[in-house]
């Protein structure tokens, strides 16, 4: 079975702190990796996708370790803006199928 | 504008009561999908179509079924609704597949009584 698994959190913040979310996938076979962000009731949207060579946007970071199938994202300087939950999703294809799995998401809250 | 689009938006409908959930994309994406979010369960996905006329099963196709006529449109069929069924459901589009950026629709609340 497939799985990607996140810390649920929340994560309670500070404005301007750094905050991590880790991510671990069970597929090996895995090929392309993404954060989504979740405002409440509402639709994902694209973070960013994730390379091996790890990449960066602004004031985030995120890694892919392919070796351990871990993958995480770095948040600096924390806004309030950045409340929200965090999806790490993961695609793989196999046997024929194409499908993406995505973690329960980590709530993040960034306090005043 | 590029968007997703899902019909209805909020839906209250009784057991066994056949349904359709409309999902419209303007932006010539082939891959087209369907997901169910649940508290404490994330998002699932319940059906996917590759491009026309392909259709393949997600994580939790069970009692639902789709199809794909048209690129554009992806809608979600309910032959015959059950409680369990009640949850937030979300289409999405991507260019080419899962290896891409997937736009999502606004969702579509369906409660089943």
């Known amino acids: 079975r497939k799985e990607v698994e996140q810390d649920p959190g929340p994560f309670n913040v500070p404005e301007g702190a750094t905050v991590a979310f880790n991510c671990t996938y069970s597929?090996?076979?895995?090929?392309?990796f993404f954060w989504y962000r979740q405002d409440c009731r509402k639709e994902p949207k694209l973070l960013m996708s994730?390379?091996?060579s790890g990449n960066e946007d602004g004031r985030f970071t995120a890694q892919l370790n392919r070796a351990s199938q871990y993958i995480s994202l770095l948040i600096r300087d924390s806004k309030l803006s950045d409340s929200a939950t965090y999806l790490c999703?993961?695609?793989?294809?196999?046997?024929?199928?194409?499908?993406?799995?995505f973690g329960k998401g980590t709530k993040l809250s960034v306090i005043p | 504008e590029a968007q997703v689009t899902q019909n209805p938006r909020y839906l209250i409908t009784v057991t066994g009561k056949k349904l359709t959930v409309t999902c419209s994309q303007n932006m010539n994406h082939e891959y087209m999908s369907w997901y169910r979010q649940d508290p404490g369960l994330g998002l699932r996905q319940i059906y996917y179509?590759?491009?026309?006329?392909?259709?393949d099963k997600g994580d939790v196709p069970e009692g639902y079924k789709v199809s794909r006529k048209e690129k554009r449109n992806f809608p979600l069929i309910l032959e015959s609704p059950s409680p369990n069924q009640t949850s937030l459901y979300f289409c999405?589009?991507?260019?080419?597949?899962?290896?891409?950026?997937?736009?999502f629709g606004p969702g579509t609340r369906l409660t089943v009584l």
């Open positions: 999405a589009s991507s260019r080419v597949g899962f290896t891409d950026t997937q736009y």
């Open positions: 179509s590759m491009n026309v006329e392909v259709t």
């Open positions: 994730v390379y091996s």
């Open positions: 999703v993961v695609g793989a294809s196999g046997a024929g199928s194409y499908q993406l799995t």
């Open positions: 597929n090996s076979a895995s090929q392309s």
